[in-house]
Each structure stands twice: as C-alpha cells, then as structure tokens.
C-alpha cells in the first residue's frame, strides 16, 4: 500500500516537479500547475458517496479528459472514483491504499503530462 511519502517520491522523481501544500494538504506541481494532490473528502462529498465513501487517504489527479476519467471509474470503481464536485473537470479521485506501485506511478506520470508544458514534455516525453 503506498503512502504519501511514495507519492512524493514518485512525482518527486518527474522533471520540474516540486511539492508545496494548500490547506494543509500536500500537492505536487510541474513548475506553476498542479497534477496531483491530497484531496480529503468533505462532509459533502462523503454524504453524496454514502458507503461507497472511503476512509482511507484520496489522492486527486489530472487526467487527459473526462472519458478517461469515466474509463478509469469503470475498469477499477473500487480505487477510481468521482464526486459532482468534479463534473466537467478531467480530475479523478483515488483510493490511494488500494493503488499499486505501477498505478500510481502510470496516474502521476500522465497527470504530469496533462500539467506540464509543452516545452518540457519536448524534452521528456512521457514513457509510452
């Protein structure tokens, strides 16, 4: 089960990365944009999943578009999930203990791509 400490590493480990926080919570950015981050659920969010709400650690991330989000929440719903906060917005949310290493390696690598530039991603292209 990876931990936030992994997550650090693992964004950590992409080109013009760094970490700060927001409330509190830890996010990574590639220079100025977010890609992934701590994101607790709120009394609204954990009203409107009811049972289906996890208590564990959600890490949020940026994906191309919202069908690849759709994809994700359909192929694996128990670690992928969304709340109507997210609507129209190409972000999924993570049951961060039910990600694998692979996972959440191949979830921060393609949110970095969806953040960074384009003159970075010239120069690191992303692992097909």
Known sequence: ??????????CLGLPATTEGSTRGWRQWLVRTKGFVWERPLGKKDTAELGEAAPTGPVVAAYVPDEGAKLAL???????????????GYPIVLCRLDELDERALVELATEAWACRAPRSLLAEHPPPV
């Open 1 to 10: 089960m990876p931990t936030w400490d992994d997550v650090a590493r693992i």
């Open 73 to 87: 929440i359909a192929a694996e719903p128990d670690v992928y999930f969304t709340t109507s906060h997210f609507d």
